[in-house]
Each structure stands twice: as C-alpha cells, then as structure tokens.
C-alpha cells in the first residue's frame, strides 16, 4: 500500500491507495452527502494510460454490471460506476480486515495451521457466496451463468467484524456478457485453476468448486497445493492436478474431511461437488458431526488477537479518516452563527388524576437538566395542600417486651443474610484463567475457540466445563473442568510433545 495525499475526485475523497495493477488502482475513499452523512469505500479507478483503450472500458464497465447484481452476506458490494473527467471507477463496500491470504502466511510465520474450525468456516462461507453468484439470475428469471474464474486466498476479506467477503468478480466471465474473452486465454492465478482452464475449455461454476478445494487443501496442510520452479511446471502440474494427497502432509487429517477436498479436487469436473452449495453443505455437516463449531464471534477474537496491532492500525486510521471531509459538502462548511433559543413549549398537561405539584414536577426536571433555576415562586402559585377527612385513631396492639423483640429481630436479620448469600452465590459467575506453554497451543472452551497462550474468561456458569488444548507436534489435552459459583480458576499446562508427529511446515514464500 503507498500513501498518496487526498485528493478529491468527483463525489468522493480519495483518502489513500491500497493498490494498483497494470490497468487499475484501488483506493480507500469517502462520500459524503447531506445532514453528515458519509460511507467509506473501496473505489477502483481506471489508470490514464488504459482509459483510452474501448475495449478495456467495455470490459470495466460489464464488471460493474455484473457486480452490481450481487447482493449477498458472503460477497463485498458493489455500490456505483461512474466516470469523472474521462476516468471510469467502481465504488464497492469497503471491508475493514485482512485476506486469508494474510491469515494463512501470519500462521506460517509462527509455524502453526490455522484451526480447523476457522478454516472450514471460511470455505464455507466462501462457497456460500459463490453458490448465490453462479446461481443469479436476471429479471426475466435466466440464469446468467456467472463464474467468478479467480477464487483464491487473496481474493476472500476476513473482516474485524467477524465477516467473510469474496471480492473482485473483475474476470468473472457470463454467458450473455457484451465484451468476450479472447478463447483459450488464461485468466487468473494459475496456482487456483482448475484443469479446464488450462487446457481451454470453456469453464463453467465448477471451475470454482475446484478453487475452494484448493484454498481448503492450503488451509489444512500450510503449504501450497501446485508448486513448480516456472510458471510453466505449475500450469503442468494444474493440467495433470498432479499433487500429494493432503493426508500424506498432515497425517492427522481427519480422513472425511480429506474425502471432501478430493471430491472438489476432482480432475473430470463431473465428479466434483455439482455446486458449491453442496460443497458448503458436506463441510458444515463435518463440522457438526465432529464438534468443530466456529462462529462469526470466534473469528473475531482470533483476530484480535493475531492481529491486534493491524486492527488498532486500522481503528486509528479511520478516526484520522473521519475528521476529512470533501470540499463543497456540508460537512465541510463553517459553522452556522448561533441562533437564538426558541421559546420553550408549554408543558403538555396530564390529567388531574396524575398531574405533579408545581414544586415536585420542578424537582424532577431538575434531577435531568441540572441547570434549570430554582427561584421560589409567587405565593399566589404554591401548591395547597387541603386535607379532606382525619382517619380514626387505631387501637394499639399489646407491645412484646424489649428483649424478645431484639431477639426475634437478630433471628430475622440472620434468615435475610442466609437467603440472600444463597441466592447471591448461586448468580454469580464464575471466571477462568488458562495458560499454556508452548505459548502458541490453541485453548478451546466447551469447543469455542478462545485464543493461544494465555486467555482469562469471565463469566462463566458454574458446573462442568470442557477445556481442549492443541498445538501442532503436541499432544491434545482435553480435561474438564468444575468450577464452583463465584470461583476464580487458573490452570497452568504445559503440552508434552506427540509421539510420531509431523514437523511443523516450513516458513517458506509461495512462489
């Protein structure tokens, strides 16, 4: 990312670039209209040197079009196309996150895989959006036939939010769109095609079902799936999907899970998931057979916890972001002089049944504002208090003498504190502490991911509770737990190393 000084550029404020390619750039930008309102964005603007080219521009402009349809939780959207001063853009949903791309290396750098139950609910999620993209149709019903033909780990945003994002349908190629691809071109990164693709055949949805198998093989395995010392070597090995079975590099791999890789892995693509829904389908079943549960919570604190110097990068950036404006909108304008108070309105008046005296109404405004004067009022507005009967005087009861009411009063005061402690102890939660060496393990609490090395929880009910810890050439540790009402635990393990394990992946760059 290279930082460039805000510019404006027709409704928007281009704030900073986030990248640029031969033929576009993106920036992070921010529109504003009226009454304070503002969106920050991802706009992606044509570079002078192409803006003259037609048929780039044709293509620029069915990208928007197709993208533009896509409305769905698993997809970033796209908001506007646009041209400025003979430049084209597309402004699209800005996702404050990383790519799993990002995610994947940072676990590589600390020699670790990511946990299982995060990868599989990011190719879900994945596949998911994917699913409603291929299966969109138009307004007359017709199906549109979109493919998007560059599925891989950086094209899918992880936000802080805890949501998944497929991003950038810029070569997505449909059966009805103006522009055509040239045939037998290659499109995308060629360590996520699929074998058709290579030969150039003419690619329909399940070219990505065999990109989400690719990014899920990676995820599980920590290293790259086609590997070659050219270009050329790795097209060889996509034309043959020539590469070793995921359980030959992570022999712990559940062997059903490894069963849905090979299925989207599938060289003929009649043997593959038909649509990624299915794909999504058989993964989230695993899941649930084997207690692998992740939640868009869970994604969130590992986030934040990977990646907590990135996300208070971005949290500073943004404040920094907000205090720009576009010149010329309301937001940027100098302030409006004072103008005098209106008259305040009459209190509106409740029914005599429940209307407050003057003096009480005036207390509790007061209580609210604290600034409204206290002057004493006029006598002739004081509230009169009138008394319309005298009840009859109550015969009194025989008194008890003095020391069996102290008595009876210390025997209800001890029942009051009992039933009060009980009740009290049986509410209040419970908290653990769990630290592990090595200081990486991944500690999971009732199969909720809960962070690595040390985590403190709070708030949990008493009774059983299940802690798992794992770390790769580790032995699993799993141990219940019982925490007692209002008890503070702190568990100190440490995780022996396991017998026959697999090294850890090496950290090397993909090529």
Not at 69 to 81: G, R
Not at 130 to 146: Q, Y
């Amino acid at each position: 990312m290279s930082a460039v000084t805000p510019e404006t550029f027709g409704p928007f404020l281009l704030l900073d670039r986030i990248n640029v390619g031969g033929m576009a750039e993106v920036f992070r930008g921010k529109a504003q209209g009226v009454a304070g309102f503002e969106r920050l964005v991802a706009l992606k603007r044509i570079l002078p040197s192409v803006s003259q080219d037609p048929d780039f521009i044709e293509m620029f402009v069915d990208e928007a079009k197709i993208a533009v349809q896509l409305q769905h939780a698993n997809i970033a959207q796209t908001y506007d196309l646009g041209e400025v001063a003979g430049q084209y853009y597309i402004a699209m949903e800005y996702v404050s996150g990383v790519d799993v791309k990002t995610l994947w290396s940072r676990a590589r750098q600390r020699k670790r895989l990511l946990p299982i139950p995060m990868s599989l609910h990011i190719v879900q999620k994945m596949c998911e959006g994917l699913d409603f993209a291929h299966r969109k149709a138009d307004e007359t019903g017709r199906k549109i036939g979109l493919v998007h033909r560059d599925v891989s780990p950086h094209n899918v945003l992880c936000s802080f939010d805890g949501e998944i994002k497929v991003i950038d349908f810029g070569i997505a190629k449909v059966q009805n769109k103006v522009s055509k691809t040239q045939a037998g071109a290659l499109k995308g990164k060629f360590g996520y095609m699929s074998p058709e693709q290579v030969r150039g055949l003419e690619p329909d949805h399940r070219v990505d079902v065999f990109a989400c198998g690719i990014v899920l093989y990676e995820l599980l395995v920590g290293r790259r799936m086609f590997r070659g010392n050219s270009e050329f070597s790795i097209l060889e090995k996509v034309r043959n999907v020539d590469f070793v079975p995921p359980t030959e590099i992570n022999t712990q791999l559940d062997p059903d899970l490894a069963a849905i890789i090979m299925k989207a892995l599938a060289k003929d693509k009649e043997d593959r998931w038909e649509w990624a829904s299915d794909m999504a389908k058989a993964i989230q079943d695993h899941a649930y057979a084997t207690g692998q549960l992740f939640q868009r919570a869970d994604l969130v604190r590992y986030l934040s916890t990977h990646f907590a110097e990135e996300k208070e990068a971005e949290r500073e950036r943004l404040q920094r972001y907000r205090q720009l404006s576009v010149p010329g909108t309301q937001a940027e304008s100098s302030p409006s002089p004072p103008q005098p108070a209106a008259p305040a309105a009459p209190a509106e008046t409740a029914p005599a049944a429940f209307r407050l005296p003057e003096v009480a109404r005036e207390r509790v405004d007061a209580t609210w504002t604290q600034t409204r004067s206290r002057e004493p009022k006029p006598p002739s507005e004081a509230p009169r208090v009138t008394v319309s009967a005298l009840k009859p005087p109550v015969a009194q009861r025989p008194r008890l003498p003095i020391w069996a009411a102290m008595l009876l009063g210390a025997l209800g005061v001890v029942a009051v504190l009992g039933v009060g402690s009980a009740i009290w102890l049986g509410q209040k939660a419970s908290a653990l502490e769990v630290q592990v060496r090595p200081n990486h393990a991944d500690i999971y609490v009732d199969d909720r991911y809960l962070g690595s090395g040390e985590v403190s929880i709070e708030g949990l009910s008493q009774g059983s509770h299940i802690l798992r810890v794992e770390a790769e050439g580790r032995e699993t540790l799993v141990k219940t737990i019982e925490l007692r009402p209002g008890q503070s635990r702190v568990e100190v393990l440490e995780l022996p190393p396991a017998a026959g394990a697999p090294p850890p992946p090496k950290t090397e760059s993909p090529p």
